[in-house]
Nanobody
Framework: QVQLVESGGGLEQSGGSLRLSCAASGSILRLQTMAWYRQAPGRQRELVAA???????NYADSVKGRFTISRDNAKNTVYLQMNSLTPEDTAVYSC??????????????WGQGTQVTVSS
């Protein structure tokens, strides 16, 4: 019963920046971990960045120093600031949230994904 709306994807030149947003709505008591994954052609889906409810972050080695994940708990929204983009960052980026719902119900939700394309 949680819906995720992603935005911010698109086409960007190498060296440019994009900011992805993922807003969660629905029957939410508390969002635990929020994260961004990506999948490029010929590659397995990989974790890009994650952030816990307490604000602790984790990044893939390939994006450390370039990407920043953050969250706004009041808005139930997670962001991914992507700087110094390269063509290797081209992928479908998907938002993930773990929802702590009412009555102790915990469930994971995925967004439909947003395309990020970086041209050389």
């Amino acid at each position: 019963q949680v819906q995720l709306v992603e935005s911010g994807g698109g086409l960007e030149q190498s060296g440019g920046s994009l900011r992805l947003s993922c807003a969660a709505s629905g029957s939410i008591l508390r969002l635990q971990t929020m994260a961004w994954y990506r999948q490029a052609p010929g590659r397995q889906r990989e974790l890009v960045a994650a952030i816990t409810s307490g604000g602790s972050t984790n990044y893939a080695d390939s994006v450390k120093g370039r990407f920043t994940i953050s969250r706004d708990n009041a808005k139930n929204t997670v962001y991914l600031q992507m700087n110094s983009l390269t063509p290797e960052d081209t992928a479908v980026y998907s938002c993930y949230v773990r929802n702590i719902g009412y009555w102790g119900k915990t469930a994971d939700y995925w967004g439909q994904g947003t395309q990020v394309t970086v041209s050389s």
